[in-house]
């Protein structure tokens, strides 16, 4: 059992649509990823929240817009998406230690699959 | 910056018979290093993790990894596969006490569990 939660776990949606995806944790951990991942490869670092504020943007296209409402929460807002964005998207979320920094260990959702048509 | 080499995409292995997934790691810091599971269509799952303590790592279901600095590897390893261990495997690290969060990952190592 997963204790960052992702919905919806299926999207499907056309190109001129706007959508969200969403993720929630409860574990007081302080940063929050965002991660795409194509069939049979490893996940791609898209976005790094820190004390909810967006800390690392991996050049990322503007049709994806991540936003952090609060520690627990994450959305990723979807628009004018492209076929080629169609993947799984994996939400994660990790401590961070005071003076430590990241911990490293990172607690992974299950994903929203999304599918763009 | 790390680099994590996966260093087998596909591993076949009879039920009952030993595992090992190859992973070496390449940095100028102490890194955090990791092996994460990922079952078809979830999410990854974090095996085990090395931090500097002991090198001889114990997760869970049975599998266990051993820090090697000498040899910068990683290996995961599991005395006894069971159908149930099939899925992708990843090896990921981190530069320890770091600012940025984040993570590195190797390609992936499919593991087949043969019956």
């Known amino acids: 059992d997963t204790e960052v939660t992702q919905t919806p776990k299926h999207l499907v949606m056309g190109m001129t649509n706007k959508k969200s995806l969403k993720c929630e944790q409860h574990?007081?951990?302080?940063?929050m990823y965002w991660y795409k991942q194509k069939a049979k490869k490893p996940p791609e670092l898209m976005f790094v929240?820190?004390?909810?504020?967006?800390?690392i943007n991996e050049s990322v296209p503007s049709r994806f817009s991540p936003e952090c409402p609060n520690s627990s929460l994450l959305n990723l807002h979807l628009h004018a998406l492209q076929p080629e964005d169609s993947a799984l998207y994996l939400c994660a979320s990790s401590q961070v230690i005071i003076g430590q920094g990241y911990t490293g260990e990172l607690f992974f959702g299950e994903g929203s699959r999304l599918t763009v048509l | 910056a790390q680099s994590v080499t996966q260093l087998d995409s596909h591993v076949s292995v009879s039920e009952g018979t030993p595992v090992l997934l190859r992973c070496n790691y390449s940095s100028s810091y102490s890194p955090s290093l990791f092996w994460y599971v990922q079952h078809p269509n979830k999410g990854l799952q974090l095996l085990l993790k090395y931090t500097s303590a002991a090198t001889l790592v114990k997760g869970i279901n049975g599998f266990e990894a051993e820090f090697k600095k000498s040899e910068t590897s990683f290996h995961l390893t599991k005395p006894s596969a069971h159908m149930s261990d099939a899925a992708e495997y990843f090896c990921s690290a981190a530069d320890r006490g770091s600012t940025l969060g984040r993570l590195y990952f190797g390609r992936g190592t499919q593991l087949t569990v043969w019956p």
């Open positions: 574990m007081g951990h302080r940063a």
């Open positions: 929240y820190s004390y909810e504020k967006l800390s």
